[in-house]
């Protein structure tokens, strides 16, 4: 059982270049999300979509846009990277029931120079 | 002011001594309280979740919740070399969104 897995696992950007990060989960949950972790500053919402066909900004959304292609997979695009976006991404699922807890993929490192 | 609050550490306590962690929340009609273990590198993972006034006990691990003072705290027993790790409290602030702190950093000493 996979779980929740994320694509790639490290990427490195020039600042303008544009790039998707992949996520999947197989255990047919109806939520998806996405963070990123900076030292010092925890996890922050990015996206989030509570159901397919349905996405949501959370707390830092500027410079990403989401696409939740079907019940399983939710990317995240950047579209003209900048060094502030360099940074840790989870992407994480839940059942999508109240007050259920998240399962987080393995993360992308993320460098942007 | 965030809408959760950590000390991020880093706590230091020798094997077998309890690790007490604490944290506090902004919004008063948070309903749910997770815990989260992150190894350095790797990606968090839940530990405990806790949903009404009181203790709930897991093995080693205790949560204390307190929503009338706004406070979720989790206690490690017999602290281990294993236990090293950063502690994240997260907050349910809607059905579907969670706000997570900064984290404590915890170091056993053998």
């Known amino acids: 059982n996979a779980g929740v897995t994320q694509t790639p696992k490290f990427q490195v950007l020039k600042t303008g270049q544009s790039m998707t990060l992949q996520c999947a989960q197989d255990m047919n949950h109806n939520s998806m999300y996405w963070y990123r972790q900076d030292p010092g500053m925890g996890l922050r919402l990015i996206y989030y979509s509570a159901s397919e066909g349905t996405t949501d900004k959370g707390e830092v959304p500027n410079g990403y846009n989401v696409s939740r292609l079907n019940k399983r997979e939710f990317s995240l695009r950047l579209e003209s990277a900048a060094p502030s976006q360099t940074s840790v991404y989870f992407c994480?699922?839940?059942?999508?029931?109240?007050?259920?807890?998240?399962?987080f993929g393995n993360g992308t490192r993320l460098t942007v120079t | 002011q965030k809408e959760v609050e950590q000390n991020s550490g880093p706590l230091s306590v020798p094997e077998g001594a309890i690790a007490s962690l604490n944290c506090t929340y902004s919004?008063?009609?948070?309903?749910?309280f997770f815990w989260y273990r992150q190894y350095s590198g790797k990606s968090p993972e839940l530990i405990m979740f806790?949903?009404?006034?009181g203790d709930k006990e897991d093995g080693r691990f205790t949560a204390q919740l307190n929503k009338a003072s706004q406070y979720v705290s989790l206690l490690i027993r017999d602290s281990q070399p294993s236990d090293s790790a950063t502690y994240l409290c997260?907050?349910?602030?809607?059905?579907?969104?969670?706000?997570f702190g900064a984290g404590t950093t915890v170091t056993v000493r053998a």
């Open positions: 806790i949903y009404s006034n």
């Open positions: 994480a699922s839940s059942p999508g029931e109240r007050y259920s807890p998240l399962h």
């Open positions: 997260a907050v349910n602030l809607n059905d579907y969104k969670l706000s």
């Open positions: 919004d008063r009609g948070s309903q749910s």
